[in-house]
């Protein structure tokens, strides 16, 4: 049997493979939880999902999902995974990251500056950004709003990004990006001041979600830029 009776885990070339499959074509698509669900996965076990699994996954819709069916998947994802990019490039590759990470994946193709960003476009460093913050969770105080932040940091680079003068900029990304944060995640996440109920704290105060990430991180040392920001947020235990 599959998990929840949708994916063969008992297949032992599949499992030596690391192979995600689907049992059922009918059955599988029953429920469209189930393209976030391979994508968990896929980041939480290192599973690449099958070619025909990817292609069902394409032609399903997830726009009438109920919100906290999609934050529970994306909450495993950012919590569980050592590299919880893998939930977001799985979702890509089956071209369904639009009905719920619109923002994000507005960064795809948005170019940095070499010199500051060797590692590429907007889209790779945020999921550097992303899998740096996942080595850092268990030294957060609030190791969601860690990943949060680390996932929304960029994405006013979508709307900001320019070249003047021969070098690419992004002037005014970080308060571009607050409303960006707000359209991605006010419907998975109750906002402002809240999130699964719990509420997060600056040294001074309570904290909106969409300002979390506001830091700029400029270059490749991900580990080092995130944790200047977990310091700036005093996520670390006192």
Same mark, same amino acid.
């Given at each position: @049997?599959?998990?929840?009776? /949708?994916?063969?885990? $008992?297949?032992?070339?599949?499992? !030596?493979?690391? =192979? ?14 189930? #393209? ?11 599973? *690449?999902?099958?070619?025909? =699994?990817?292609?069902? $996954? ?16 994306? +909450? ?5 995974? &050592? ?8 979702? !890509? ?12 994946? @507005? %960064? ?12 590429? &476009?907007?889209?790779?460093? =945020? ?13 957060? *105080? ?9 996932? $929304? ?6 709307? $900001?990004? *320019? ?19 707000? @359209? &991605?995640? /006010?419907?998975?996440?109750? %906002? @402002? ?5 719990? +509420?997060?704290?600056? *040294?001074?105060?309570?904290? &909106? %979600? !969409?300002? %979390?990430?506001?830091?700029?991180? +400029? =270059?490749?040392? #991900? ?16």
């Amino acid at each position: @049997a599959g998990i929840d009776g /949708s994916f063969n885990l $008992c297949d032992v070339r599949d499992l !030596a493979a690391g =192979t995600l499959r689907h049992v059922n074509d009918a059955s599988f698509a029953e429920d469209p939880l189930r #393209v976030l669900r391979a994508a968990q996965f896929a980041a939480r076990f290192h599973f *690449r999902i099958a070619p025909e =699994t990817v292609q069902l $996954c394409r032609r399903m819709a997830l726009n009438a999902l109920a919100r906290e069916r999609v934050m529970e998947e994306l +909450r495993k994802a950012l919590l569980e995974a &050592d590299q919880p990019a893998i939930f977001f490039t799985s979702l !890509a590759e089956m071209e369904q990251l639009d009905p719920w990470f619109a923002e994000l994946a @507005a %960064l795809r193709g948005v170019p940095q500056d070499p010199a500051w960003h060797p590692e590429g &476009d907007v889209w790779a460093h =945020t999921l550097g950004v992303l899998d740096g913050a996942a080595s850092l969770r268990e030294k957060a *105080r609030e190791p969601l709003a860690l990943m949060l932040g680390a996932l $929304c940091h960029d994405l006013g680079k979508a709307v $900001c990004t *320019r070249e003047e003068n021969g070098r690419i900029r992004a002037i005014g990304h970080e308060q571009a990006g607050v409303p960006l944060t707000r @359209a &991605d995640f /006010s419907a998975l996440v109750p %906002l @402002a001041h809240s999130l699964d109920g719990q +509420r997060f704290t600056y *040294r001074n105060g309570t904290y &909106d %979600l !969409a300002l %979390l990430g506001h830091h700029q991180l +400029r =270059t490749a040392a #991900v580990v080092l830029e995130t944790v200047a920001a977990l310091r700036s947020i005093d996520l670390y235990p006192t």
